[in-house]
Nanobody, 123 residues
Framework: QVQLAESGGGLVQAGGSLRLVCAAS?????MGWFRQAPGKERDLVAA????????YYADFVKGRFTISRDNRMNTLYLQMNSLKLEDTAVYYC???????????????????WGQGTQVTVAS
């Protein structure tokens, strides 16, 4: 069982930046960031393959967010720039335990989830 722990969330002004960090307790393969706003479904924000050769971004973050990882440190990152009010949500890190080189885009593809970190964007 791999434990995931997110950090880096907080309160930021619109137009500002935050960097989320997800520390994994062991090796994982495909990883992703999801977010969930109150009363809404959990949506994929960005995903990355094990070797970082492939990435996926939801349309609503393209050009503003960057996903990256450091496999030596078992750490996943999400750099968020030009934040908007609608980016306010709880952000979750997710990981797949199965050896794969592809990107996963469905919630059901992921085996492990973090507890989430709150990101609040204020005007």
């Amino acid at each position: 069982q791999v434990q995931l722990a997110e950090s880096g969330g907080g309160l930021v002004q619109a137009g500002g930046s935050l960097r989320l960090v997800c520390a994994a307790s062991g090796r994982t393969y495909a990883m992703g960031w999801f977010r969930q706003a109150p009363g809404k479904e959990r949506d994929l924000v960005a995903a990355i393959s094990w070797g970082s050769s492939s990435t996926y971004y939801a349309d609503f973050v393209k050009g503003r967010f960057t996903i990256s990882r450091d496999n030596r440190m078992n750490t996943l990152y999400l750099q968020m720039n030009s934040l908007k009010l609608e980016d306010t949500a709880v952000y979750y890190c997710a990981a797949d335990k199965t050896l794969t080189t592809v990107v996963h885009t469905a919630l059901s593809d992921y085996d492990f989830w973090g507890q989430g970190t709150q990101v609040t964007v204020a005007s």
